[in-house]
T-cell receptor, first 115, second 113 residues
């Protein structure tokens, strides 16, 4: 089955700097890659996603890139702010017969943005 | 903005007891999911539900678990005989299109003592 690896597990940056989180996946048939932000005590919040027919997607300070050949995708946050501090999860959805799109998550990256 | 809601926010139960966790998905969504997150670990898929039946389930979702959509709005997860290792956050999610843009609820923290 699908396996998603995520690095780094923790990331500390200064306010205003950029942050990059990387994920790799194992199943070449996976076709959808969302990123979730989870604040303490809350549910995962979808912040951006990318489908396999696109190489890059941007939404204000957040961007995601996908390299299907290498089977990896990355989250880029520019001009980080203290409120970006949270745990970020990448995920992939397998695309085999019968799959209803359940998400396979990475282990998460705890991002700390220091003022 | 529409959102997924879950009740209760926290449930404490004794080992061997039955619990029902409740979710109200986003109203026009067709695909429903349960996930769980043991403290400090990653989110794990439990089950997906579409067209009033289970579509897919993980190894975690054994005979002690069941799901139901008793009416047009609620989606429930039942654990028949809870174990200590069932202690976790349980998240409900829904999407309007198979697998894409899954929106998660705030979760129910289940504590089994």
């Amino acid at each position: 089955g699908e396996n998603v690896e995520q690095h780094p597990s923790t990331l500390s940056v200064q306010e205003g700097d950029s942050a990059v989180i990387k994920c790799t996946y194992s199943d070449s048939a996976s076709n959808y890659f969302p990123w979730y932000k989870q604040e303490l005590g809350k549910g995962p919040q979808l912040i951006i996603d990318i489908r396999s027919n696109v190489g890059e997607k941007k939404d204000q300070r957040i961007a995601v890139t996908l390299n299907k050949t290498a089977k990896h995708f990355s989250l880029h946050i520019t001009e980080t702010q203290p409120e970006d501090s949270a745990v970020y999860f990448c995920a992939a959805t397998p695309n085999y017969g019968g799959s209803q799109g359940n998400l396979i998550f990475g282990k998460g990256t705890k991002l700390s943005v220091k003022p | 903005e529409p959102e997924v809601t879950q009740t209760p926010s926290h449930q404490v139960t004794q080992m061997g007891q039955e619990v029902i966790l409740r979710c109200v998905p986003i109203s026009n969504h067709l695909y429903f999911y349960w996930y769980r997150q043991i403290l400090g670990q990653k989110v794990e898929f439990l089950v997906s539900f579409y067209n009033n039946e289970i579509s897919e389930k993980s190894e975690i979702f054994d005979d002690q678990f069941s799901v139901e959509r008793p009416d047009g709005s609620n989606f429930t997860l039942k654990i028949r005989s809870t174990k200590l290792e069932d202690s976790a956050m349980y998240f409900c999610a829904s999407s309007g299109e198979r697998g894409y843009e899954q929106y998660f609820g705030p979760g129910t923290r289940l504590t089994v003592t």
